[in-house]
């Protein structure tokens, strides 16, 4: 799909996801934008890859996100297009329907989601949008202004944020505050504009192992990507 922005790649015969979202204006792929198909096993249902937009649900990487999905475009009176993409969940026997819409004029990507419990019984479930970003040290995320903590995976682990004031997957981020960050974990290539904190999450360059932060606490909708670099971004509103 495409208008005068933007530029949408949706692949239903990959879980429906979006495999290219690319900004029209300035050339900037602000999702990742995955050249290689090369499944991991990290899905729940087993093959997984990353990159684009992975739609996920009932749970952790979604069992059907390498599946084919049923897919129909929808055509609007006003010029608005919508994919929608649609598919049995293999394992609870729930049915999802997320369609990607792109309207005219506009620069951004409206998601809508049906979900529909087809079994007798209550069901449970997580429902989000795995957003993939082209990240390097001049690359820096936000959160909502009223997020003051952040958690890991299954809150094994929590730090203030922005600005990390203990040890956080290893990482000693209190004595970087103190005594600046060490030799081996400054960055390698490129270094973010003077005067930045040393134990500042936000900062792609202040985070030397792979790691995971999870906003808690707000009452906000938003959340989202700036890089510096590009001098572009995205924000996820949701």
């Not at 690319?22 to 249902?45: C, E, H, M, T």
């Not at 952040?150 to 290893?170: M, N, T």
Request: net charge neutral; aromatic share 14%.
């Amino acid at each position: 799909m495409e208008n005068e922005f933007l530029r949408v790649v949706v692949l239903p015969e990959i879980g429906g996801r979006i495999h290219v979202g690319l900004d029209k204006s300035n050339g900037y792929d602000f999702f990742y934008r995955q050249n290689v198909i090369k499944p991991a096993l990290v899905g729940l249902a087993g093959p997984w890859i990353s990159g684009g937009v992975e739609f996920n649900w009932p749970q952790h990487h979604r069992p059907a996100t390498f599946m084919s999905v049923q897919a129909q475009i929808e055509e609007h009176s006003d010029g608005t297009r919508t994919v929608w993409c649609s598919d049995h969940e293999p394992m609870n026997r729930l049915k999802s329907a997320h369609g990607i819409c792109l309207h005219p004029g506009k620069a951004y990507i409206e998601l809508k989601v049906r979900l529909y419990n087809r079994t007798p019984f209550t069901q449970t479930f997580l429902w989000w949008a795995n957003a993939g970003v082209h990240v390097h040290e001049l690359y820096q995320s936000f959160f909502p202004p009223d997020v003051q903590y952040v958690a890991d995976h299954a809150k094994r682990a929590v730090s203030r944020f922005p600005l990390c004031e203990e040890r956080y997957y290893g990482v000693q981020y209190g004595e970087r505050a103190r005594s600046g960050v060490p030799v081996e974990e400054r960055p390698r290539r490129l270094v973010p504009p003077g005067g930045y904190p040393p134990n500042d999450l936000s900062w792609y360059a202040n985070i030397p192992v792979p790691t995971s932060y999870m906003a808690t606490g707000s009452v906000e909708n938003f959340f989202g990507g700036y890089d510096h670099r590009q001098k572009a971004g995205l924000v996820h509103v949701a």
